[in-house]
């Protein structure tokens, strides 16, 4: 499985983007699918999750109210909404995709099979 995120960039604070994550198979509508992200000096970090469906969203407390998650299987394909943007939220985004157990907490790494190379999220204040 290939994993490849887009749609980062520059934006001021207050702005927003919608971060995209494309992954390669068949077998995509099965996969838990989460995103990460790492900023400079720390360690990476949970942002949000989706379960294979899409009926099961999570998000970290960070960007809760501020962030949608979704999917398109058809597209093999998931979507991260991110409004308000804060300089807080700079930092390298990354997509992970793994098999959607249950019992999965969806906010662990070791959870994720398949990473991508991130995508570059820079807020200005």
């Known amino acids: 499985v290939q994993v490849v995120e887009s749609g980062g960039g520059l934006v001021q604070a207050g702005g927003s983007l919608r971060l995209s994550c494309a992954a390669s198979?068949?077998?995509?509508?099965?996969?838990?699918v989460g995103w990460f992200r790492q900023a400079p000096g720390k360690e990476r970090e949970f942002v949000s999750g989706?379960?294979?469906?899409?009926?099961?969203?999570y998000y970290a407390d960070s960007v809760k109210g501020r962030s949608t998650i979704s999917r398109d299987n058809a597209k093999n394909r998931v979507y991260l909404q991110m409004s308000t943007l804060k300089p807080e939220d700079t930092a390298v985004y990354y997509c992970?995709?793994?098999?959607?157990?249950?019992?999965?907490?969806?906010?662990?790494?070791?959870?994720?099979?398949?990473w991508g190379q991130g995508t570059q999220v820079t807020v200005s204040s």
């Open positions: 992970a995709v793994g098999e959607d157990y249950s019992g999965n907490h969806h906010f662990r790494e070791l959870e994720y099979d398949y």
């Open positions: 989706i379960s294979w469906s899409g009926g099961s969203t």
């Open positions: 198979g068949r077998a995509f509508s099965r996969y838990a």
